[in-house]
Every structure is written in structure tokens, then in C-alpha cells.
């Protein structure tokens, strides 16, 4: 039972603190634009709990889902090949850190240009964000693959792509899982400001609405909304990489222990 309560009461006890510290920081507060812990959560079952989660929600998860996914694919392929090719490698690097260096957020305007005020525009947003850490973390991962490991590959003749699925990808896969921890904040970041700008549903479409109008408490929701929705993406991808690197976390607590 204490194995079971310890966790919990470790993931709870920060949260739990500090909303009895606004709790008691707003008692008799009057500031409109302040909102007090009770008000926010019956203003988010009111706001949330219903259409308006279809109708911002759900397209706001969809495009998430699909930029971040499409990101994670590209890097980790691209990221391989250019991994694998020091010529390739030598080629690209320029580009690379060029576009790199540009903040995804400025590609937008021109985006709405050239695909309109679609799905898509948004999801290429989050896309040309939220690749590169994957991209780069997959080419260092690659580029870092044991040279004794290697050896051994090529004297048991393991070439081509058997030597990619049973030696490049698992000696790659803890960068290329730090590269996804990093996108999926970036695509989450993206997703909101590119709703803001040229959207007519989803999370970043409604706060902004909100703000327009005055609505803070329902702004306030929309925030908390996104919040939990990071939450729970990383839960998600805490549970995806405690199965995909089982055996890393196994083989250094075993280093730590020796």
C-alpha cells in the first residue's frame, strides 16, 4: 500500500499546495481579471462540458495529433539517412541550421498565403516546428552509434536496412525519444498560436474570442483546458517511453547499481 501512496502523493502534493495558496491568496479579492480556484473550475465544466468541446477541442486535438506525428516520421527518417550519409550530412547542415534558426511563428503569415486559412496551413505550422528536434536529435543518435557494434554488424554480414532496424534504431532510440519530448510542447505551442491567427474553431480560436470580449473567466478555462491537455500528453508519453526503453532504463540502473 505505501509503494502504491507514495506516487500519488508525490504527484499531488505540489498541485495541492498550490491551489490552496490561490485559494486563500483570492479570498476577498475584487480584481475581475484574477479568478478565484472555485469560480474557474464550475466555469470550465460550464464552458467545456459540452458543444463547445466538440466544436474547439476536438479539431484542436486533430491537428495536433496529425503535425506532431507527421513531424516525429519526417525527423526520424530524414534524420537516419542524413545520419547514416557523412556526405549527406555535410550537404544539409547548412539548411539545416538555416531554417532551423527561423522562429516557426513568422512562416505563418506566409503559409496563409500559399495554402489559405486551411487544416492544413496549421498542421504544416506545426510540422515545420516541431521537426527539428526530432531531426537533429535522430542525426546525433545515429552519428553516435558504438563503432565496436558496428563491427560486429559487419562481420556477421548485417548490412542494409537489417543493420538500420536491429542496431541503428535501437542504439539511436533514447535521443530519438528526447527529440520527441521536446517536439511535442513545441507542436503544442504551435498549434494554439496558429489558431489565434487564422482559425475559426479550436483552443487558440476561442481564448482569443474570450480576451475580445471581455469573457476572463472562460479565457481563464480555455488556459486551464490546454494545460491539462499537456498534462496528459506527457503522461501519454511517459507510458509510450517506459515500454520503448525498457531495456535502456533497465541497463542503467543496473550501471548505477554496480
Given at each position: 500500500?505505501?509503494?502504491i501512496l507514495s506516487p500519488i502523493g508525490f504527484a499531488l502534493g505540489l498541485p495541492i499546495v498550490l491551489i490552496v495558496i490561490w485559494y486563500v491568496a483570492t479570498l476577498g479579492a475584487t480584481n475581475p481579471f484574477v479568478p478565484k480556484p472555485v469560480e474557474l473550475v464550475q466555469e470550465f465544466g460550464a464552458?467545456?462540458?459540452g458543444d463547445r468541446f466538440v466544436g474547439d477541442v476536438v479539431p484542436s486535438l486533430w491537428r495536433f495529433a496529425a503535425g506532431t506525428t507527421i513531424a516525429i516520421v519526417l525527423?526520424?527518417?530524414l534524420g537516419i539517412a542524413?545520419?547514416?550519409n557523412r556526405?549527406?550530412?555535410a550537404f544539409t547542415e547548412p539548411v539545416f541550421e538555416f531554417f532551423r534558426a527561423l522562429p516557426p511563428p513568422v512562416l505563418i503569415p506566409i503559409l496563409a498565403l500559399v495554402l489559405g486559412r486551411t487544416d492544413g496551413m496549421r498542421i504544416s505550422v506545426i510540422v515545420l516546428g516541431a521537426v527539428w528536434p526530432v531531426l537533429l536529435n535522430t542525426i546525433e543518435g545515429v552519428r553516435a552509434t558504438d563503432?565496436?557494434?558496428t563491427e560486429t554488424s559487419r562481420s556477421y554480414g548485417i548490412r542494409g536496412w537489417n543493420r538500420v532496424r536491429f542496431q541503428v534504431i535501437p542504439s539511436a532510440m533514447p535521443q530519438i525519444i528526447a527529440g520527441v519530448r521536446q517536439s511535442l510542447p513545441v507542436g503544442i505551442i504551435l498549434m494554439v498560436i496558429s489558431e489565434m491567427l487564422y482559425a475559426t474553431a479550436g483552443l487558440g480560436y476561442s481564448i482569443t474570442q474570450f480576451q475580445r470580449q471581455f469573457a476572463v473567466p472562460e479565457m481563464w478555462s480555455g488556459i486551464l483546458m490546454l494545460g491539462l491537455i499537456g498534462y496528459a500528453v506527457s503522461m501519454l508519453f511517459k507510458l509510450v517511453e517506459s515500454r520503448v526503453l525498457r531495456w535502456y532504463h533497465g541497463l542503467k540502473d543496473l550501471e548505477n547499481a554496480s
Amino acid at each position: 500500500m505505501r509503494k502504491i501512496l507514495s506516487p500519488i502523493g508525490f504527484a499531488l502534493g505540489l498541485p495541492i499546495v498550490l491551489i490552496v495558496i490561490w485559494y486563500v491568496a483570492t479570498l476577498g479579492a475584487t480584481n475581475p481579471f484574477v479568478p478565484k480556484p472555485v469560480e474557474l473550475v464550475q466555469e470550465f465544466g460550464a464552458v467545456w462540458f459540452g458543444d463547445r468541446f466538440v466544436g474547439d477541442v476536438v479539431p484542436s486535438l486533430w491537428r495536433f495529433a496529425a503535425g506532431t506525428t507527421i513531424a516525429i516520421v519526417l525527423g526520424i527518417v530524414l534524420g537516419i539517412a542524413v545520419g547514416l550519409n557523412r556526405g549527406l550530412r555535410a550537404f544539409t547542415e547548412p539548411v539545416f541550421e538555416f531554417f532551423r534558426a527561423l522562429p516557426p511563428p513568422v512562416l505563418i503569415p506566409i503559409l496563409a498565403l500559399v495554402l489559405g486559412r486551411t487544416d492544413g496551413m496549421r498542421i504544416s505550422v506545426i510540422v515545420l516546428g516541431a521537426v527539428w528536434p526530432v531531426l537533429l536529435n535522430t542525426i546525433e543518435g545515429v552519428r553516435a552509434t558504438d563503432s565496436v557494434q558496428t563491427e560486429t554488424s559487419r562481420s556477421y554480414g548485417i548490412r542494409g536496412w537489417n543493420r538500420v532496424r536491429f542496431q541503428v534504431i535501437p542504439s539511436a532510440m533514447p535521443q530519438i525519444i528526447a527529440g520527441v519530448r521536446q517536439s511535442l510542447p513545441v507542436g503544442i505551442i504551435l498549434m494554439v498560436i496558429s489558431e489565434m491567427l487564422y482559425a475559426t474553431a479550436g483552443l487558440g480560436y476561442s481564448i482569443t474570442q474570450f480576451q475580445r470580449q471581455f469573457a476572463v473567466p472562460e479565457m481563464w478555462s480555455g488556459i486551464l483546458m490546454l494545460g491539462l491537455i499537456g498534462y496528459a500528453v506527457s503522461m501519454l508519453f511517459k507510458l509510450v517511453e517506459s515500454r520503448v526503453l525498457r531495456w535502456y532504463h533497465g541497463l542503467k540502473d543496473l550501471e548505477n547499481a554496480s
